[in-house]
């Protein structure tokens, strides 16, 4: 018989921001491609935000700002989260040509004020601290300058990983050898 191995989380406790109002920059927004989801492929965003809180924790990120980021699908229909999120962040509507084709591009760097909510997976019992809306800079807040170098390497991994160009591979290409396709 052999013998049990257990394994545990015993990693340090991760530090959180605290959950609230707070003033946050855009630092990164990076088209990952077409991503599997629940609702088969979909082209996704991935939104990133410093925020105005410092890890305090010992270790390769003492002091640095937190960085907290949404994944959104491409879309600007009326029910989805990137179009919700843009119109608080904005302030106000998308205009119809907005809707057509807006570069989001232009709002790295833009500043924000970002509501943050913890959130405990019941499944692990670990809490994450989770952007629930974006507005525009509160009045008479400082605007904050990006200090993040470079784009997480998660995200970079997570973009690999997508289908390049947003362009996805169809199943059977139109010079496809059929025979070596078809599985019957």
């Known amino acids: 018989m052999t013998p049990p191995i257990y394994v ?3 990693g340090p406790e991760r530090e959180l921001p ?4 707070v003033n946050a920059v855009c630092c990164y927004i990076e088209d990952i491609g077409y ?3 629940p609702w088969g492929e979909k082209r996704q965003l991935i939104v990133g935000f ?3 809180q410092r890890i305090s924790q010992e270790g390769d990120y003492k002091d640095k700002r937190f960085v907290l980021s949404n994944t959104y699908t491409a879309s600007l229909n009326e029910k989805a989260n990137l179009r919700h999120d843009l119109e608080g962040w904005l302030g106000r509507s998308l205009s119809a040509q907005e809707v057509k084709q807006f570069d989001i591009s232009t709002l790295r760097a833009k500043p924000a004020t970002v509501t943050i909510r913890h959130k405990t997976n019941e499944a692990s019992g670990k809490t994450y601290a989770n952007i629930v809306a974006v ?3 509160m009045e008479g807040a400082e605007a ?3 200090e993040l ?3 997480p390497d998660w995200v970079a991994e997570k973009k690999q990983a997508g289908t390049a160009g947003g362009m996805v ?4 290409q139109p010079d496809d050898d059929l025979d070596s396709v078809v599985p019957f």
């Open 169 to 172: 591979k169809p199943a059977i």
């Open 18 to 21: 605290k959950a609230g109002l």
């Open 149 to 151: 170098e470079k784009v």
């Open 50 to 52: 410093e925020i105005a």
């Open 8 to 10: 545990s989380d015993d």
């Open 135 to 137: 507005a525009p800079l």
């Open 144 to 146: 904050m300058t990006v």
């Open 35 to 37: 991503q599997k989801t």
